[in-house]
């Protein structure tokens, strides 16, 4: 069974700039959920989607990051225009159901974005 | 707000001694639940381990186990027998348990673990 991609693994683009990371589940995950960790700082929440609706975005920093979900299957996170302090690992997660804690979080390899 | 803290940014341990990461967290919630992912080098974030706060019993997983101090929101991570592999960034983290679908993670900043041989 694949796990979660992302792509890409590494983004360097100029301040002022669009990026947009992509993320894939597992196949069949429900839930997405993205986070950041930005350099030295804890990873934190961007959103949670449940297949392609928006559960949760109290996370994300303001009105220039976008995130979707294509038909409830692959997401999306663009940045438009980015910041520097948009610099980070940006981590993907899908869990199977909704509702139960306990599903795991399975997290992608996240991407890299570094805003000169 | 939930925190996590993990106090050490950086711990070392000799191949098969025994190592304890600490991680302290603060919540009002009477229903939570408690993880431990590593994520070695240029790899996954993948689960070790979790604590549902309900259960008095400390979690185990193989060589894996915490120390689960409720009052003291203290959640700690010991591994035993450490192997090579088990050299990886460590980070605490927590979820409400109940009251909605968003079971979202807060994370402490991580404890780097080197294991030499």
């Known amino acids: 069974e694949a796990g979660v991609t992302q792509f890409p693994s590494h983004s360097v683009i100029e301040k002022g700039q669009t990026v947009t990371l992509r993320c894939d589940p597992i196949?069949?995950?429900?839930?997405l959920y993205w986070y950041r960790r930005v350099m030295g700082k804890e990873i934190k929440f961007l959103l949670h989607?449940?297949?392609?609706?928006?559960?949760?975005e109290s996370g994300m920093p303001n009105n220039r990051f976008l995130a979707e979900r294509t038909g409830g299957t692959y997401s999306t996170l663009k940045v438009q225009p980015a910041e520097l302090e948009d610099s980070g690992v940006y981590f993907c997660a899908s869990s199977q159901d909704w509702g139960r804690v306990t599903d795991t979080q399975y997290f992608g390899p996240g991407t890299r974005l570094t805003v000169l | 707000a939930q925190t996590v803290t993990q106090s050490q940014p950086e711990m070392s341990v000799q191949e098969a001694e025994t190592v304890t990461l600490s991680c302290t967290y603060d919540t009002s919630e009477s229903d939570y639940y408690l993880f431990w992912y590593k994520q070695p080098p240029s790899r996954q974030m993948i689960l070790v381990i979790r604590q549902e706060a309900y259960k008095q019993q400390n979690a185990t997983e193989n060589r894996f186990s915490v120390n689960f101090q409720k009052a003291a929101k203290s959640f700690s991570l010991k591994i035993s027998d450490s192997q090579l592999g088990d050299a990886a960034m460590y980070f605490c983290a927590y979820s409400i348990g109940s009251g909605g679908s968003n079971y979202k993670l807060t994370f402490g900043k991580g404890t780097l673990l080197t294991v030499n041989p």
């Open positions: 196949s069949g995950h429900d839930n």
């Open positions: 989607f449940v297949k392609e609706s928006k559960q949760d």
